[in-house]
């Protein structure tokens, strides 16, 4: 079986004790390639050092995270605006980006702006996004319904939306769902969700160090437990968990021109 990892947090200090040996174990796992989404500028100098250093294995994303939104906006925004023009060829997508309401709604006005400026950049740039989205589903639609955003290129990386969000977020592109760990806990609702949904439509995911599937649960989450993330997508689905490791392999080659 071969992988992608479309969400992975490598370069955070999780991984600082033995990110080699993590990576040793992935590739081992079957994991062929994997994108790094990033978060702002505090992480940038890890995250393309070693995106660099592992080209052809790595690719890797620039954008401010949600919940980075705060007085320093304008200035992280920039940056972002200021790395596209610079370097657009290291780039495969726009993320992570979008609104998050669950740590803190002090900003999202901002969150609101910076989520939009960002979907217009990537247009701009003919690139993917990666959106996060928690807490603010109303906000969400807000952003997709304003002037000039869709229809847009991207994925709702760690999907838990109901079956019915799935077919209304569909409307707005080329959309792919990321599914990840979440989906191997008990009564998860993305579970339920995924057997209206399309092999075609989802990506595989691990936002690691975090989201630790099942059965590593309160271990950190690291590239290798894709496996478990497609044999329990795959039981969801009636198929085998070579099937969805190949489709969606073939679905994130295609989003992001890896
Ligand atoms: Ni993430």
Redesign the pocket.
């Known amino acids: 079986m071969r992988f992608i990892d479309t969400?992975l947090?490598l370069y955070d200090e999780a991984f600082d004790s033995d990110r080699d040996e993590a990576i040793m174990r992935m590739r081992r796992a079957g994991v062929e390639k994997c994108i790094l989404?990033a978060i702002d500028r505090s992480s940038f100098e890890r995250q393309s050092s070693l995106a660099e250093a592992h080209k052809g294995f790595m690719w890797q994303a620039i954008g401010l995270h949600p919940t980075s939104v705060n007085e320093n906006w304008k200035a992280e925004l920039q940056f972002v605006k200021d790395e596209l023009d610079r370097h657009r060829a290291d780039y495969v997508a726009i993320g992570?980006i979008g609104l998050d309401g669950y740590w803190s709604k002090d900003f999202m006005e901002e969150q609101k702006r910076v989520f939009r400026e960002q979907l217009l950049l990537a247009k701009e740039h003919s690139l993917p996004v990666i959106i996060?989205l928690r807490e603010a589903t109303e906000e969400l639609f807000e952003v997709l319904d304003s002037p000039g955003v869709a229809p847009f290129r991207g994925v709702f990386?760690a999907f838990s939306g109901s079956a019915e969000s799935y077919r209304r977020l569909k409307k707005y592109g080329d959309i792919k769902f990321g599914i990840g760990g979440v989906v191997t806990y008990k009564n998860a609702g993305v579970a339920v969700s995924l057997k209206s949904m399309q092999l075609e439509d989802l990506l595989l995911e691990t936002?690691a160090p975090w989201l630790t599937p099942v059965p590593f649960r309160g271990k950190r989450n690291e590239s290798a437990y894709l496996v478990n993330i497609a044999q329990k997508i795959a039981e969801l689905k009636d198929t085998d968990a070579g099937r969805v490791a190949q489709v969606t392999s073939e679905n994130a080659e295609k989003l992001f021109g890896i």
Do not use: L, R, S, V
């Open positions: 969400h947090h989404p992570e996060h990386h936002d």
